[in-house]
């Protein structure tokens, strides 16, 4: 078959992918990885063929929602509703240029669409329209259920009004594609439908989705209407020809193993004060520390600390002691994949849900939302993480239940079943 994936965000939001699109690709199908032109290393690397993406609004859409984060933290109300009002301003912009660039992308000869969260809204019309099977490929849980609070919401005791919170959080969801749905629809010659009614639509069909994460991570609700799976894990599949660099390597070898403090993609605050912070509890708990410099751009220059660039998660997160991490679902999987205790520090979005979840796992001993950071509160959550028996024990547990599991190899069954 010949198979577009397409996905879009930051780099968790796309490397899972590049493992999905090997694996489909060894089964013999013709694969095209269409995303951000940023992440050509990555996916070329695989031997992948990739479409690039021009529009890239994620950089400008953190950004706003980093500033809204801060405004609320103010007591300005006026600089609260003027950030809101600039980030609702920049995801519909950012959304209709990608809806844009996604038509441009799509090729009207492809058998199947293999569409992520943030694609789907967009990328099923332009199926429809070309008469081209498609189905979601989502690294989170959005369908609502009475089990657990949506994945952008806080985690929440089982009730049924997890179902209304679920679907008011993604009534705003789709207000993000209304310029993007009227663009469309008006280049395609369609009938315009609303972004509640493209999303009843695509669940009254039961259109498929496969959920890019764990069942023993997420266990299935019963609620949930038939059509949506849990694959289980796709990991990112690994340049072949990657060494790591020697800085790293002999910085392993000179002791014991080190904390690795990364957030990823995310931008919070100020990145020197943060590197400071980060520092400073690795010297009160003890403990020697890889800092990745990320989007953040974080830079620690100390004793037992070296700053790295992006190194693939696989590789690196089982060498350490614990990870200190943003709890986005690609950084969050890896770090259960390595085995190691975790410290979550969630920004915004999916990641204080993932941060729960991790501590009902056990594998975190404490969950640090980014507001109330302070280095003696990370200090103790890394002396946690990396002395208690049990949080490692759990760790552990978790690593040995993922390697069961074959994510990419689910996906690429029921792709079968369709052809």
Same mark, same amino acid.
């Given at each position: ?21 090997? +694996?489909?690709?060894? =089964? ?99 199926? +429809? ?28 005791? =089982? ?5 209304? +919170? ?35 639509? +695509?669940?009254?069909? %039961? ?72 520092? %400073? ?10 800092? %990745? ?93 990396? %002395? ?15 390697? =069961? ?15």
């Amino acid at each position: 078959m010949r198979i577009q994936v397409i996905t879009v965000g930051t780099t968790g939001s796309v490397a899972p992918y590049t493992g999905l699109a090997h +694996r489909l690709m060894a =089964e013999g199908h013709e694969v095209e990885l269409v995303t951000h032109a940023k992440f050509a290393k990555m996916v070329t690397c695989c031997g992948l063929a990739m479409r690039e993406l021009e529009a890239d609004p994620f950089e400008a859409l953190i950004g706003a929602r980093t500033s809204l984060d801060a405004a609320g933290r103010g007591s300005n109300p006026l600089r609260t509703l003027r950030s809101l009002g600039s980030f609702v301003r920049a995801a519909e912009e950012g959304m209709a240029s990608l809806a844009d660039s996604i038509l441009a992308a799509v090729n009207p000869k492809a058998d199947l669409l293999l569409l992520s969260s943030i694609v789907a809204p967009i990328g099923s019309v332009i199926a +429809r329209y070309h008469g081209i099977a498609s189905m979601g490929v989502f690294l989170q849980p959005d369908v609502p259920t009475a089990e657990f609070a949506h994945c952008t919401l806080a985690w929440r005791p =089982e009730g049924r009004a997890n179902i209304m +919170r679920a679907r008011a959080a993604n009534a705003l969801m789709d207000t993000a594609y209304r310029t993007a749905n009227r663009g469309l629809h008006a280049r395609l010659g369609l009938t315009l439908r609303g972004g509640h009614r493209l999303r009843a639509d +695509r669940e009254r069909s %039961q259109w498929p989705i496969w959920h890019g994460y764990s069942p023993w991570v997420v266990p299935h609700p019963a609620d949930w209407r038939p059509g949506l799976y849990e694959a289980g894990y796709w990991w990112p599949h690994e340049c072949p020809t990657w060494q790591p660099p020697a800085l790293v390597t002999d910085f392993l070898a000179a002791g014991p193993p080190p904390v690795l403090i990364g957030f990823g993609s995310m931008m919070p605050g100020d990145p020197q004060q943060l590197g400071e912070s980060a520092a %400073q509890a690795l010297r009160q708990a003890g403990l020697r520390g890889i800092i %990745q410099s990320g989007w953040a751009g974080l830079s620690v220059v100390d004793d037992d600390v070296i700053t790295v660039d992006s190194l693939p998660h696989g590789w690196l997160m089982p060498r350490t002691a614990a990870v200190v991490h943003h709890a986005g679902a690609g950084t969050t999987a890896a770090g259960l994949r390595a085995g190691v205790p975790a410290v979550p520090v969630p920004v915004m979005t999916d990641q204080p849900w993932w941060a729960a979840r991790l501590l009902q796992l056990g594998v975190a001993a404490d969950a640090i939302p980014y507001r109330e950071l302070t280095s003696a509160r990370l200090a103790d959550a890394l002396i946690r993480a990396t %002395q208690d028996p049990e949080v490692a024990r759990n760790a552990a547990v978790a690593a040995d239940r993922l390697a =069961e599991e074959d994510g990419a190899g689910a996906v690429a069954r029921a792709i079968v079943a369709l052809d």
